[in-house]
């Protein structure tokens, strides 16, 4: 027993060791895709967590600045806590490079399949890199370069102090003892474009002198190429990949579908009244259900996809079955719609989201990755994320009319122009709440509204929320959703892709 213990641990020892090679450390530039076979366990928490450390690259970038002692700190302590590397170059740490590597590519299958999706992971990934590459000492930074093929020369102390004048001419903020003290590359003007544009370096002879302290730039340039390209053939190749069906619905949750709590269980259900929605909708909703209230309030009609965003979000805040239909045929039945045709045609589609009917799925309301990229809104319709969907001047006059003020919109504009859409969203809640930070990452309206109630009733929603959880799952999701670092966690694969179905099912406007 003991000899064949001793001998199995041999083995795994002799293949940890045979593969190390294979998962190169931390940082790089991905160039080779894992080929050993994973468990789709083993490929979801991956793929998870490193959405969840993207997520947080994203927060942190906007809400610090970029290389700050709070931004590298913070940074560094998610990285530890998902289990990434987060010790540049170290060789010890197989498992976590394993699994930097691996989590790096499915998200790379995930995140091609449309230019929005590609840009977002482009940037979160060129962060990561960028503070992962100004982590690195002097020496091993040369090492790295050497690993990923950017051999950039370190010109000598006498050419140095032979150009001394020119370097200290072009290499804005720089003062003569900076420039001695500098260790200057020799790079080729293709590698430094975009500091040759910007009138950064010294260039001679067809070369750029570039400081160390801007070689980031160069890094960084040859990473968005490399991975750009990357993310362009992997889309090339997505049929033959999501013609396996154990990965297409992994890989569309991962791009389209928060997988955090769900919101669908509810000890508040039946705590709302439906005499409190129009307050709730002004203190508590999230832009894009306020959008959508108004427009029912004004229309007395809401198209397909509306009602669907609206509808699920209603449960998800604990509006019963009963509630929903009264709340709904109420509100149709004062347009064009009579009880008659609301019972035919659209009481069903309700029941049916409560797991009343067909499949007797009990569906989720649609968390912010969901509602951003899919189903955009066409003329006429109202769902959809507002920081996403609308125009931006459209976007400017719906938050002026919510007294927004202009210091606020202006914030706002600026992070919707850099996609920022849920930090927008955010912004928005910090401003309506009047609060400086709101303490949480947001991913979800049914956690947009649950924040707002747990603030405006001063905490106790919060504990409602926390023990109303239907599973274990759901309790350690939803106390994650409460941490700052929330993000999404695991799959309700099979509902939405029964949910698919249920669209497609009930079309009628
Ligand atoms: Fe709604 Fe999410 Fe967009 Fe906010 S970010 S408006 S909660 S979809």
């Known amino acids: 027993m003991e000899f064949s213990s001793a001998r199995a641990r041999l083995k795994q020892g002799r293949l940890a060791g045979d593969r190390r090679g294979v998962y190169p450390p931390s940082p790089q530039f991905y160039l080779g895709p894992p080929t050993e076979n994973i468990s789709l366990v083993e490929f979801e928490s ?19 600045v970029k290389g700050s002692d709070t931004y590298k700190t913070k940074l560094e302590a998610e990285l530890r806590k998902l289990k990434f590397p987060y010790k540049a170059l170290a060789e010890d740490d197989y498992e976590a490079r394993r699994k930097d590597h691996i989590s790096h590519f499915i998200l790379r299958l995930a995140y091609c399949q449309s230019e929005d999706l ?38 000598s102390e006498d050419l140095k102090n032979e150009l001394a004048n020119e370097l200290y001419t072009s290499t804005p903020g720089f003062s003569m003892t900076k420039v001695k003290e500098q260790m200057y590359y020799k790079v080729g003007l293709a590698d430094a ?106 229309n007395h009609h809401l198209r397909h996809g509306g009602r669907m965003q609206y509808g699920l979000f209603l449960k998800g805040i604990g509006l019963t079955l009963e509630q929903a239909l009264e709340f709904w045929k109420k509100e149709f039945i004062r347009g064009k719609v009579d009880a008659d045709k609301f019972d035919k045609g659209y009481a069903y589609s309700i029941r049916h ?17 969901k509602i951003i ?71 979800h309206p049914n956690q947009y509204f649950a924040e707002s109630q747990k603030l405006l009733s001063g905490g106790r929603e919060l504990k409602k929320e926390l023990s109303s959880s239907g599973n274990s799952q759901q309790k350690n999701n939803s106390q994650e959703s409460m941490n700052s670092n929330s993000t999404p966690t695991s799959s309700n694969t099979t509902a939405d892709a029964e949910l698919e179905g249920l669209e497609a099912y009930f079309t009628e406007d």
């Open 46 to 64: 991956f793929a998870v967590d490193r959405l969840r450390l993207l997520k947080v690259v994203e927060n942190l970038g906007v809400s610090y």
């Open 118 to 155: 590609r840009r977002w992971f482009l940037q979160q990934e060129m962060d990561l890199l960028r503070y992962r590459f100004n982590e690195l000492t002097g020496p091993l930074r040369q090492k790295f370069l050497e690993h990923v093929n950017l051999s950039f020369e370190a010109i």
């Open 193 to 298: 474009v975009d500091l040759f544009r910007a009138r950064r370096v010294f260039i001679k002879d067809g070369f750029a002198y570039v400081p160390l302290k801007e070689i980031d730039a160069i890094v960084l340039n040859n990473y968005r190429t490399k991975l750009s390209k990357a993310l362009a053939l992997t889309a090339r190749s997505l049929p033959s990949v999501q013609s396996d069906e154990r990965l297409q619905p992994l890989l569309n949750h991962l791009s389209h579908s928060y997988v955090g709590p769900d919101y669908s269980v509810q000890k508040n259900t039946g705590k709302i009244s439906l005499d409190q929605i129009d307050a709730l909708s002004v203190k508590s909703y999230p832009l894009c259900m306020r959008q959508l209230h108004k427009a029912l309030r004004d």
């Open 353 to 369: 989201n409560y797991g009343k009917e067909g499949k007797r799925t009990d569906y989720t309301p649609y968390s912010c990755m």
């Open 373 to 443: 990229m899919s189903n955009p809104p066409s003329q006429g319709d109202y769902h959809g994320c507002p920081f996403r969907h609308c125009d931006p001047d459209l976007l400017k006059q719906k938050l002026q009319s919510y007294k927004i003020l202009p210091s606020g919109i202006t914030q706002i504009l600026e992070l919707v122009k850099g996609m920022h859409y849920q930090l927008a969203c955010q912004k928005y809640f910090e401003l309506t709440h009047d609060v400086d930070d709101i303490g949480f990452s947001l991913n």
